[in-house]
């Protein structure tokens, strides 16, 4: 399962609440993709929470996933800034926005070329009215033919790839968390291994083994009760009828379902135990309770025991099943889909649609949103999955993949505290780089100090040196106060480059509909589309030089903030990045029409 929290809001997410993890002490970095998860887990808390339907169903708020939601419904709720503050400035609106519209007046008349952006993600949803028209098209490629007509090693790639896919599209939408997927991968190479043999080469992977494993295993033993619950669903309803003449009356409560002696039958404890930790006062007599789980059971399996039966779980392996790789051979990049089918699902794709409407929804249709650069292409690059962790091969095929198709920038809204392949990451990473290819990369949303923090993808080398064409996001709120960064953000002097509008932003979701989402996931995206606006316009500009005026052109405000996470210190706003500021498209452009 996904990063995913109980609150409505991302902002006020200090650490991590998930079906498949505990937080922080597992090295969770926790990104708005994880938004997506995050949108799911909201709609699947509040199932349990309500269980089911004690709560109205499909509440939207401006901070919740506004499922199916047409523009026309879509209002600014009172206390909320306006749905376009992020496109607002400064100094003239109060609102710590990008300046976009002046950027704009700026640009009245002068010619652009079309820019290719990356958008390595959940998936987009390319049929949605505001992206449809903005998509990349690979017009070397004949769609659904099954031959590889432009010989990149990617048959019917039309509009981008599936790294997640089986042949016809279908995709999973659960993975594994990355210290499943790193004791898994590398168990048999260096769980038995002699520490002194180990090459030098392979040390920092043995050590990310070990980490893993250290994670990895307590989980697991804690998780295997629950396993045996749900593993038998006939056996799980033989018990909770067993249970429900031994609870009478209209009320019960945790301590009084757990309190009923099912020894020595081990099974019928696990169950009995599931059904105590899910119950809630408000469901009232235990009768009723069960008739809820029963009328929801796909859901509260899915929900209450993703841990044992997902997360956890050696024997899950969806991946398997669909795409049929071998995620340990770094040397096999061509597998996965062209397409990614949608319908029958609820989680595929939001996180990506999302992020791909702040960077480039068409702009002036007269229908939804405007995304930030008007002349872009989004080629989606699916590599993160809609629940779990994104793996190190996906992220450096994806990046290869995004390069060699012709992205000038790319958006990576992901980010995990374990990379057991980061030597074929950062390969990547340099191959982008000698190409000429920005790449813009989410800090997280741990509330933390990211110089300090194991994140990766990491702009630092396995080697040590930097890369110069990656640029990291904080996320800022629309307030000129001492509430300015988000307080989810994680920030740092040294690795976060510039802070950009992440909170309470609405974008693009599947099927027509639009939703506002909070977290460094949307604050990436705002800045890849900057970039891609100075890249269209400007088309002499090097992805470095790009990234020199993004820094230096940010909006510095002299104000004292909020130190983000839990405490409330008081710091300069500009010492929580590099550039000290919040990106500013009127003033990247002044500053490129100076060059």
């Not at 926790?30 to 938004?35: A, G, T």
């Not at 300046?99 to 009245?108: D, F, M, T, V």
């Not at 002499?540 to 903030?561: F, G, H």
Request: glycine share 8%.
């Amino acid at each position: 399962m996904n990063r995913q929290t109980r609150k409505t809001r991302e902002e006020s997410i200090q650490q991590t609440v998930s079906t498949k993890e505990t937080p922080t002490p597992a090295g969770k970095v926790v990104f708005c993709r994880k938004i997506v998860p995050i949108a799911m887990i909201l709609r699947a808390l509040s199932l349990i929470v309500s269980l089911f339907c004690l709560l109205p169903a499909n509440r939207a708020s401006a901070q919740q996933p506004i499922k199916n939601t047409r523009w026309k419904d879509v209002l600014s709720s009172p206390g909320q800034p306006p749905r376009t503050w992020a496109h607002l400035d400064p100094l003239t609106d109060s609102v710590a926005g990008i300046s976009l519209n002046r950027a704009y007046e700026l640009l009245k008349g002068r010619p652009s070329v079309p820019v290719v952006v990356g958008v390595l993600d959940s998936g987009v949803d390319i049929e949605h009215e505001d992206l449809r028209e903005v998509i990349w098209t690979n017009d070397n490629e004949i769609a659904g033919n099954q031959v590889d007509d432009d010989k990149n090693g990617y048959p019917d790639d039309r509009n981008g790839w599936n790294f997640m896919g089986g042949p016809n599209g279908q995709t999973y939408e659960y993975d594994q968390p990355e210290i499943t997927q790193t004791y898994l991968l590398l168990r048999s190479r260096y769980d038995t291994a002699d520490p002194a043999t180990i090459p030098p080469a392979q040390q920092r992977q043995y050590e990310t083994y070990r980490a893993a494993k250290r994670l990895y295993l307590p989980r697991y033993q804690a998780s295997r009760a629950k396993l045996l619950a749900f593993t038998d669903t006939t056996r799980f309803w033989q018990v909770a009828e067993r249970l429900a003449p031994l609870l009478p009356g209209s009320s019960v409560s945790q301590q009084a379902i757990r309190a009923v002696d099912l020894a020595p039958d081990s099974v019928a404890i696990a169950v009995r135990n599931v059904l105590a930790d899910a119950y809630n006062p408000q469901y009232g007599a235990f009768g009723t309770y069960l008739r809820l789980v029963r009328q929801n059971w796909l859901r509260f399996r899915q929900i209450v025991g993703g841990e044992a039966l997902i997360a956890y779980n050696p024997d899950y392996n969806a991946r398997q099943l669909l795409v049929g790789d071998d995620p340990a051979n770094l040397n096999e990049r061509f597998y996965g889909s062209p397409t990614m089918r949608l319908a029958g699902s609820d989680q595929l794709a939001v996180h990506g649609s999302h992020v791909a409407g702040i960077i480039g929804a068409r702009r002036g249709n007269g229908r939804g949103i405007d995304g930030v650069a008007d002349n872009v292409r989004i080629m989606p690059v699916s590599m993160v999955p809609a629940n779990g962790d994104e793996r190190d091969k996906d992220i450096a095929n994806g990046i290869r993949y995004a390069v060699e198709n012709g992205a000038k920038v790319i958006n990576m809204s992901f980010g995990k505290r374990l990379s057991p392949f980061k030597e074929q990451i950062d390969a990547a990473v340099r191959f982008a780089e000698a190409r000429d290819v920005l790449i813009i990369h989410a800090a997280g949303n741990n509330g933390e100090n990211y110089d300090s923090l194991p994140s990766y993808p990491s702009a630092r080398y396995a080697d040590g040196q930097l890369a110069q064409n990656v640029l990291t996001v904080g996320n800022s709120t629309w307030q000129l106060d001492a509430n300015l960064p988000s307080q989810s953000s994680n920030y740092g002097a040294q690795t976060v480059d510039l802070f950009a509008p992440g909170t309470d932003i609405l974008s693009t979701v599947p099927n027509g509909g639009y939703a506002s989402f909070s977290g460094t996931s949307m604050s990436a995206p705002c800045v890849a589309g900057v970039a891609a606006l100075l890249r269209a316009y400007f088309p002499t500009l090097t992805a470095l030089q790009v990234k020199e005026i993004l820094l230096a052109s940010s909006y510095r405000p002299d104000i004292q903030v909020r130190k983000p996470g839990r405490s409330a210190t008081l710091v300069p706003f500009r010492s929580l990045s590099r550039s000290g500021g919040i990106v500013n498209a009127y003033q990247a452009v002044k500053l490129a029409l100076e060059k």
